[in-house]
């Protein structure tokens, strides 16, 4: 069996509904839908479970955002500038 993070839902009818995630570290910890992380949460997005209780269908909806960060370190990248002025090209 493998390990996964829980999320539960409060439903409409006050039942707890329980969706499982196999995203990120899998630690069998249990959040709730306004402290989930985001690796779970996109995981998740979409996902319908069905409560227990009253019948309702439960569609998650939701985006994650992601942001590209441009780092540029000669430290990662030792021979970068030479490389980089070899290839250079002049076009007139
Ligand atoms: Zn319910």
């Known amino acids: 069996m493998g390990m996964f993070d829980s999320l539960y839902v409060d439903c ?3 039942n707890k509904v329980e969706f499982q ?3 990120g570290d899998c630690t069998c910890e249990s959040y709730q839908i306004n402290n989930v992380l985001n690796s779970i949460a996109g995981y998740l ?3 319908t479970e ?3 209780v009253c019948g ?3 569609t998650l909806r939701g985006s994650v955002v992601l942001v590209a960060e441009f780092t540029h370190n000669a ?5 970068a500038t030479k490389t980089k002025n070899k290839r ?4 007139e």
């Open 12 to 14: 409409c009818c006050g």
């Open 21 to 23: 995630s196999n995203a």
């Open 75 to 79: 430290a990662h990248e030792p021979t």
């Open 88 to 91: 250079r090209r002049v076009s």
């Open 56 to 58: 309702a269908i439960i």
């Open 45 to 47: 997005i979409g996902s």
């Open 50 to 52: 069905k409560c227990d």
